[in-house]
């Protein structure tokens, strides 16, 4: 089992960037984890941003137009989010959760392990 812990999230302008950070609590490791970041709006359902394999393979979703991308950092221990050319519609509290049991899992019900999210404002 592993506890998640997002950070980095913040009041922003349109057109700023932003990295987000999720780190797995108590010295473990995401080295057998797919790990992917949610976001959700006020009303809207949760949906899938992008998610990095065990295998450092990246999916996405196509609508991102390569302004967001992910990465691990050295130790296994912190996936980040990296995000770009932020919009108003980028607004949304972002989660970051970890599976072992789907390779490029898109749906949150194939992630076993979430973080609290952090809330993400971009303002126009």
């Known amino acids: 089992q592993v506890q998640l812990v997002e950070s980095g999230g913040g009041l922003v302008q349109a057109g700023d960037s932003l990295r987000l950070s999720c780190a797995a609590s108590s010295g473990r490791r995401f080295e057998d984890y797919s790990v992917g970041w949610f976001r959700q709006a006020p009303g809207k359902e949760r949906e899938f941003v992008i998610g990095i394999t065990w295998g450092y393979n990246i999916y996405s979703d196509d609508s991102l137009k390569g302004r967001f991308t992910i990465f691990r950092d050295a130790t296994e221990s912190t996936v980040y989010l990296q995000m770009n050319s932020l919009t108003v519609e980028d607004t949304a509290i972002y989660y970051c959760?970890?599976?072992?049991?789907?390779?490029?899992?898109?749906?949150?019900?194939?992630?076993?392990?979430w973080g609290q999210g952090t809330q993400v404002t971009v303002s126009s």
């Open positions: 959760a970890a599976t072992r049991r789907v390779i490029r899992g898109r749906m949150p019900d194939q992630y076993d392990y």
